[in-house]
Protein backbone atom coordinates (compact mmCIF):
# COMPACT_ATOMS: atom_id res chain seq x y z
CA UNK A 1 0.00 0.00 0.00
CA UNK A 2 1.37 3.25 -0.21
CA UNK A 3 3.37 5.40 1.89
CA UNK A 4 2.65 8.17 4.16
CA UNK A 5 2.97 11.35 1.52
CA UNK A 6 4.04 14.82 2.00
CA UNK A 7 3.86 17.66 -0.25
CA UNK A 8 6.23 19.61 -1.33
CA UNK A 9 9.40 17.72 -0.97
CA UNK A 10 11.35 20.99 -0.86
CA UNK A 11 10.35 24.56 -1.07
CA UNK A 12 12.38 27.72 -0.49
CA UNK A 13 11.03 31.16 1.41
CA UNK A 14 12.17 34.31 2.27
CA UNK A 15 11.71 35.55 5.88
CA UNK A 16 8.24 36.86 6.72
CA UNK A 17 6.44 34.88 4.57
CA UNK A 18 4.32 31.33 5.64
CA UNK A 19 3.94 28.59 4.48
CA UNK A 20 1.55 25.78 4.24
CA UNK A 21 2.91 21.83 3.62
CA UNK A 22 0.70 18.95 2.97
CA UNK A 23 0.41 15.20 4.69
CA UNK A 24 -1.57 12.32 3.22
CA UNK A 25 -1.55 9.37 5.16
CA UNK A 26 -1.79 5.55 5.25
CA UNK A 27 -4.89 4.41 3.98
CA UNK A 28 -6.76 4.01 7.02
CA UNK A 29 -4.83 5.50 9.16
CA UNK A 30 -6.44 8.31 11.64
CA UNK A 31 -3.53 9.85 13.27
CA UNK A 32 -1.00 12.27 11.83
CA UNK A 33 1.64 14.16 13.63
CA UNK A 34 4.01 16.49 12.81
CA UNK A 35 8.10 17.02 13.41
CA UNK A 36 10.40 19.74 12.98
CA UNK A 37 14.29 18.13 12.44
CA UNK A 38 16.93 20.19 12.43
CA UNK A 39 20.56 19.59 13.09
CA UNK A 40 20.57 21.47 16.18
CA UNK A 41 17.57 20.00 17.86
CA UNK A 42 17.49 17.15 16.82
CA UNK A 43 13.27 15.77 16.07
CA UNK A 44 10.87 17.71 17.76
CA UNK A 45 7.39 16.76 17.88
CA UNK A 46 5.14 19.50 16.96
CA UNK A 47 1.29 18.35 17.05
CA UNK A 48 -0.63 15.44 16.36
CA UNK A 49 -4.39 15.65 15.03
CA UNK A 50 -6.60 12.40 15.31
CA UNK A 51 -10.35 12.71 13.92
CA UNK A 52 -9.82 16.15 12.92
CA UNK A 53 -8.92 17.13 16.26
CA UNK A 54 -5.54 18.73 17.55
CA UNK A 55 -4.95 16.15 20.42
CA UNK A 56 -1.13 17.07 21.33
CA UNK A 57 0.77 19.99 20.83
CA UNK A 58 4.61 20.42 21.29
CA UNK A 59 6.91 23.23 22.63
CA UNK A 60 6.31 25.61 19.76
CA UNK A 61 4.99 29.11 19.21
CA UNK A 62 1.89 29.94 17.42
CA UNK A 63 3.00 30.60 14.34
CA UNK A 64 2.85 27.23 14.18
CA UNK A 65 -0.74 25.52 13.39
CA UNK A 66 -2.28 22.47 11.06
CA UNK A 67 -5.28 21.08 10.65
CA UNK A 68 -6.52 17.65 9.66
CA UNK A 69 -9.27 17.21 7.83
CA UNK A 70 -12.11 14.54 7.19
CA UNK A 71 -9.74 12.12 5.35
CA UNK A 72 -7.47 12.26 7.55
CA UNK A 73 -5.11 14.32 5.20
CA UNK A 74 -3.65 16.70 7.31
CA UNK A 75 -1.34 20.50 6.78
CA UNK A 76 0.40 22.32 8.97
CA UNK A 77 1.10 25.97 8.17
CA UNK A 78 4.05 28.06 9.44
CA UNK A 79 3.17 31.99 9.11
CA UNK A 80 6.00 34.79 9.93
CA UNK A 81 8.88 32.63 8.66
CA UNK A 82 12.26 33.34 10.30
CA UNK A 83 15.47 31.52 9.63
CA UNK A 84 15.18 28.80 12.14
CA UNK A 85 12.10 27.59 10.61
CA UNK A 86 14.57 26.36 8.01
CA UNK A 87 14.51 22.43 9.07
CA UNK A 88 12.94 18.81 7.64
CA UNK A 89 9.22 18.53 8.18
CA UNK A 90 7.83 15.31 8.79
CA UNK A 91 4.60 14.05 8.84
CA UNK A 92 3.82 10.28 10.21
CA UNK A 93 0.68 8.37 10.65
CA UNK A 94 -0.35 5.64 12.31
CA UNK A 95 -3.81 4.01 13.27
CA UNK A 96 -3.86 4.91 16.89
CA UNK A 97 -6.67 2.96 17.44
CA UNK A 98 -5.38 2.41 21.20
CA UNK A 99 -6.77 -1.35 21.46
CA UNK A 100 -5.52 -3.87 19.45
CA UNK A 101 -2.69 -5.47 18.28
CA UNK A 102 1.39 -5.07 18.61
CA UNK A 103 1.50 -2.32 16.19
CA UNK A 104 -0.66 0.38 17.96
CA UNK A 105 1.05 3.59 17.70
CA UNK A 106 3.91 2.28 15.05
CA UNK A 107 4.65 5.70 13.19
CA UNK A 108 4.82 5.37 9.40
CA UNK A 109 6.98 8.40 8.39
CA UNK A 110 6.94 10.47 4.88
CA UNK A 111 10.05 11.76 3.31
CA UNK A 112 9.66 14.87 4.71
CA UNK A 113 9.67 18.59 3.54
CA UNK A 114 12.64 20.31 3.27
CA UNK A 115 12.20 24.35 4.17
CA UNK A 116 15.02 26.48 3.68
CA UNK A 117 13.96 30.31 4.94
CA UNK A 118 16.50 32.90 3.58
CA UNK B 1 7.00 13.12 30.06
CA UNK B 2 9.73 10.78 30.37
CA UNK B 3 12.98 11.92 28.23
CA UNK B 4 16.13 9.52 27.21
CA UNK B 5 19.58 9.87 26.95
CA UNK B 6 22.01 7.97 24.16
CA UNK B 7 24.97 7.90 23.32
CA UNK B 8 26.14 10.59 20.63
CA UNK B 9 27.63 7.94 18.27
CA UNK B 10 29.02 4.17 17.94
CA UNK B 11 30.92 2.23 15.68
CA UNK B 12 30.32 -1.19 15.39
CA UNK B 13 32.37 -3.75 12.69
CA UNK B 14 30.29 -5.42 9.95
CA UNK B 15 29.18 -8.85 11.18
CA UNK B 16 29.20 -8.47 15.08
CA UNK B 17 26.36 -7.58 16.85
CA UNK B 18 25.77 -3.73 17.83
CA UNK B 19 24.46 -3.02 21.09
CA UNK B 20 22.82 0.78 21.33
CA UNK B 21 22.24 1.55 25.25
CA UNK B 22 19.21 4.19 25.87
CA UNK B 23 18.50 5.54 29.37
CA UNK B 24 14.75 6.76 30.53
CA UNK B 25 15.22 6.46 33.72
CA UNK B 26 11.84 8.51 34.31
CA UNK B 27 9.60 6.71 32.54
CA UNK B 28 6.49 5.72 33.46
CA UNK B 29 4.39 2.20 34.16
CA UNK B 30 2.38 2.78 31.16
CA UNK B 31 4.66 4.08 29.02
CA UNK B 32 6.41 1.86 26.13
CA UNK B 33 9.78 1.94 24.63
CA UNK B 34 10.12 2.40 20.86
CA UNK B 35 12.94 2.29 18.98
CA UNK B 36 13.49 4.09 15.35
CA UNK B 37 16.48 4.43 13.12
CA UNK B 38 16.76 7.23 10.26
CA UNK B 39 19.19 6.36 7.58
CA UNK B 40 20.13 10.08 5.82
CA UNK B 41 17.82 11.63 3.57
CA UNK B 42 14.64 9.55 4.75
CA UNK B 43 12.04 9.71 6.94
CA UNK B 44 12.19 7.67 10.38
CA UNK B 45 11.96 3.74 10.36
CA UNK B 46 10.24 1.81 12.84
CA UNK B 47 12.31 -0.98 14.62
CA UNK B 48 10.69 -2.85 17.41
CA UNK B 49 8.88 -1.49 20.96
CA UNK B 50 8.26 -3.05 24.30
CA UNK B 51 6.94 -2.44 27.79
CA UNK B 52 8.30 -4.31 30.06
CA UNK B 53 9.43 -7.90 28.41
CA UNK B 54 12.20 -8.62 26.30
CA UNK B 55 11.62 -8.67 22.72
CA UNK B 56 12.77 -9.89 19.51
CA UNK B 57 11.67 -9.49 15.72
CA UNK B 58 13.23 -9.70 12.24
CA UNK B 59 15.37 -6.51 12.61
CA UNK B 60 16.28 -6.39 16.10
CA UNK B 61 16.17 -7.52 20.33
CA UNK B 62 15.32 -5.10 22.56
CA UNK B 63 16.08 -5.87 26.05
CA UNK B 64 14.55 -3.99 28.60
CA UNK B 65 15.83 -3.93 32.50
CA UNK B 66 13.50 -5.11 35.38
CA UNK B 67 13.57 -1.61 36.94
CA UNK B 68 12.60 -0.51 32.77
CA UNK B 69 14.86 2.32 33.44
CA UNK B 70 17.05 1.51 30.68
CA UNK B 71 16.92 -0.76 27.33
CA UNK B 72 19.44 -1.72 25.07
CA UNK B 73 18.74 -2.21 21.14
CA UNK B 74 20.49 -5.38 19.68
CA UNK B 75 21.20 -5.56 15.73
CA UNK B 76 22.80 -9.39 16.03
CA UNK B 77 24.60 -9.28 12.70
CA UNK B 78 25.61 -5.05 11.90
CA UNK B 79 25.49 -4.85 7.79
CA UNK B 80 27.12 -1.14 5.96
CA UNK B 81 23.14 -0.52 5.60
CA UNK B 82 22.24 -0.39 9.58
CA UNK B 83 24.44 2.56 9.35
CA UNK B 84 22.28 5.45 10.66
CA UNK B 85 21.07 7.09 13.40
CA UNK B 86 18.74 5.44 15.77
CA UNK B 87 16.43 7.06 18.29
CA UNK B 88 15.17 5.49 21.42
CA UNK B 89 11.79 7.08 22.57
CA UNK B 90 9.08 7.15 25.31
CA UNK B 91 5.58 6.74 23.94
CA UNK B 92 3.53 9.01 26.35
CA UNK B 93 -0.12 8.48 26.32
CA UNK B 94 -1.63 11.43 28.52
CA UNK B 95 -5.47 11.58 28.27
CA UNK B 96 -5.99 9.08 25.41
CA UNK B 97 -3.43 11.34 23.57
CA UNK B 98 0.06 9.99 22.12
CA UNK B 99 2.82 12.02 22.08
CA UNK B 100 6.38 10.79 21.15
CA UNK B 101 9.92 11.96 22.54
CA UNK B 102 12.75 11.42 20.94
CA UNK B 103 15.56 11.33 22.62
CA UNK B 104 18.89 12.73 20.60
CA UNK B 105 19.74 9.53 18.78
CA UNK B 106 22.91 7.29 18.53
CA UNK B 107 24.69 7.91 15.28
CA UNK B 108 25.37 3.95 14.81
CA UNK B 109 28.24 3.67 12.31
CA UNK B 110 29.29 0.20 10.83
CA UNK B 111 32.64 -0.32 9.64
CA UNK B 112 33.67 -2.84 6.90
Known amino acids: KAGVTQTPRYLIKTRGQQVTLSCSPI?????VSWYQQTPGQGLQFLFEYFSETQRNKGNFPGRFSGRQFSNSRSEMNVSTLELGDSALYLC?????????????????FGEGSRLTVL | DAKTTQPTSMDCAEGRAANLPCNHS???????VYWYRQIHSQGPQYIIHGLKNNETNEMASLIITEDRKSSTLILPHATLRDTAVYYC?????????????FGTGTRLKVLA
Open chain 2, 89 to 101: IVRSTTSGTYKYI
Open chain 2, 26 to 32: TISGNEY
Open chain 1, 27 to 31: SGHRS
Open chain 1, 92 to 108: ASSLRQGLAGRKTGELF
